[in-house]
Each structure stands twice: as C-alpha cells, then as structure tokens.
C-alpha cells in the first residue's frame, strides 16, 4: 500500500521533466552506436581500441544505461567513421502513438458497406513510408451480397468472434475464433458466408504511401 508523504516530503513524478527524454536519448544513442559498430564488423574491444574508450563504458552506452559525454560521443563517431548528428538520428526521428479507448475508434463508411456491418478505425500513421490501418470488423446482419474489396498492400486478418467464410481470390477460407489470414490485397477479397452471427475480427492493412 502506498505511503503518503509527510510534511516536507517533495513529491516527484517519475515521468515528469527531462529524464525519460534524456533516458530515450541514451537509449537512442546506444542503439545507432551498437548498429553501426556492428556494420563495420567490429567487436567492443576492437572499438575500444580505435576511441579509447574501455569497453566497458561501450557496454554501457549501447544498453542506454549511461550519458555518453561529448568528447566520448565525438570519440565514438571518429572511430565508427561516421558523422556525430547520425548517433542522434533515431532520437530525432518522430515517433507516432495513437490510442483508442474501447468502444472510440472512427466509425467509417467503406465502399459497399451494408447496414449492420460497421467498420471501425483504430489508429493511423501519419509519418514514414508505410500506412498500416488497423480495424475493427463487426458483422451483425445477414446479407447475401458482399463488396468485393481490392486494393495495394498486404492484409493481415485475425478471428475473434463467430464462423465467416472468406475469400481471397479463387480460394475460401472458414475463419474460428483464433483463425489468422495474411493475404496480398491487390487480389480480390472479402467476406462471403456469414456462418455465425455476431462477427467480428480485427483487419490490418499496410501499404505504401502514396498509394
């Protein structure tokens, strides 16, 4: 059970201020020396003896458990051969975190969609080379006539509720509770007997932007 503090205490939140964005630069730091150390096919005590630094403050910095000083970072480029700026790349790079609470993603309308068959969008990515959208599939209604979906990407399906029979081209697949699909989606594609209602199953497509 946790304590309150008495009077005097100071009272600090360990996700507050600079250091788990000084920890993530650490880290960040460690992982760019550790990559490129490995490209150039270099073992610790090999990089130790090009910088001079012993190997186990190396150690230290690539697990992201140290703050390398200036002068050891400088060090560390000059013997990796690369510039200082690229052991600060992937702290710099922008990183994307969507949450959805349950029950809140964006409820969109997809070409064909028929009334008690809901899409639902769970996140999205704004940066890099690659979309990935991620949805929550639920069907509710019967319906003998399906949209046949075609488009880039890869499609990644995974079975939570009920019985569906899926088509990927010119196969079938019966999909359970706990049954996976990866598929090229450029194929035709798409629901085609609802088994068992209610369905539902998570979708992931990835592509390439600007497709």
């Known amino acids: 059970m946790a304590r309150k503090p008495g009077r005097g205490t100071l009272i600090q939140d360990p996700h507050s201020g600079p250091e788990p964005e000084r920890r993530l630069l650490e880290e960040a730091i460690g992982r760019a ?48 051969n690369v510039p200082v700026t690229s052991l600060f790349r992937g702290f710099e790079e922008t990183r994307d975190a969507t949450f959805v609470k349950s029950g809140q993603g964006l409820k969109i309308e997809r070409r064909g969609t028929r009334a008690g068959h809901q ?13 990935v959208e991620p949805y929550m599939i639920t069907l509710s209604e019967k319906s003998d006539v399906f949209p046949i979906f075609q488009h880039p990407g890869l499609e990644f399906i995974y ?24 598929f090229d989606s450029d194929a035709p594609h798409g629901p085609e007997e609802l088994r068992r209602l209610p369905i539902r199953f998570l979708s992931v497509i990835s592509y390439e932007r600007g497709n």
């Open 33 to 80: 020396a550790r990559l490129f150390r490995e490209k150039a096919g270099l073992t610790i005590q090999e990089l130790s003896n090009a910088s001079g630094i012993s190997p186990g403050m190396l150690s230290k910095i690539e697990h992201g458990s140290t703050s390398p000083s200036l002068s050891t970072i400088q060090a560390l480029s000059q013997a990796l």
């Open 119 to 131: 899409y639902e969008l769970l996140g999205h990515t704004p940066h890099g080379p690659v979309i």
């Open 159 to 182: 079975m939570l509720e009920g019985e569906l029979v899926y088509r990927h081209g010119g196969e079938t697949y019966l999909l359970e509770p706990g049954d996976t699909l990866f």
